[in-house]
């Protein structure tokens, strides 16, 4: 089970840390990743962390999101900086009991687990 959590307000310019909360016994072992979905638009691929701290990003992000996981709470974060207005979207966190090559962490339907979503509205 996942929850994300940290959504908000900001001004563009601005930053803000999504967090997402994960149960189970093995989280050191789970893919984890951030999709969102902008109002009107298909969901789409934000950042990846893989079991070893690999990591991935959408070309929209690089450079202003950084993605990261302490095992130790059985928690991934989401470090958004110079936020945009086409950032605003729903955020959904997700996750798979194991490894994800690298060429598909993007790809949604390699995720078994779905949180329910935070919103970040950013403000132009």
């Known amino acids: 089970q996942l929850q994300a959590f940290g959504g908000g307000l900001v001004q563009a310019g601005g930053s803000l840390r999504l967090s997402c909360a994960a149960s189970?016994?093995?989280?050191?072992?789970?893919?984890m990743g951030w999709f969102r979905q902008a109002p009107g638009k298909e969901r789409e691929f934000v950042a990846a962390?893989?079991?070893?701290?690999?990591?991935s990003y959408a070309n929209s992000v690089k450079g202003r999101f950084t993605i990261s996981r302490d095992n130790a709470k059985n928690t991934m974060y989401l470090q958004m900086n110079s936020l945009k207005p086409e950032d605003t979207a729903v955020y959904y966190c997700?996750?798979?009991?194991?490894?994800?090559?690298?060429?598909?962490?993007?790809?949604?339907?390699?995720?078994?687990?779905w949180g329910q979503g935070t919103l970040v509205t950013v403000s132009s």
């Open positions: 962390i893989r079991s070893g701290g690999s990591t």
């Open positions: 997700a996750a798979k009991d194991g490894w994800i090559i690298a060429g598909l962490l993007g790809s949604s339907s390699r995720y078994d687990y």
């Open positions: 189970g016994r093995t989280f050191n072992s789970y893919s």
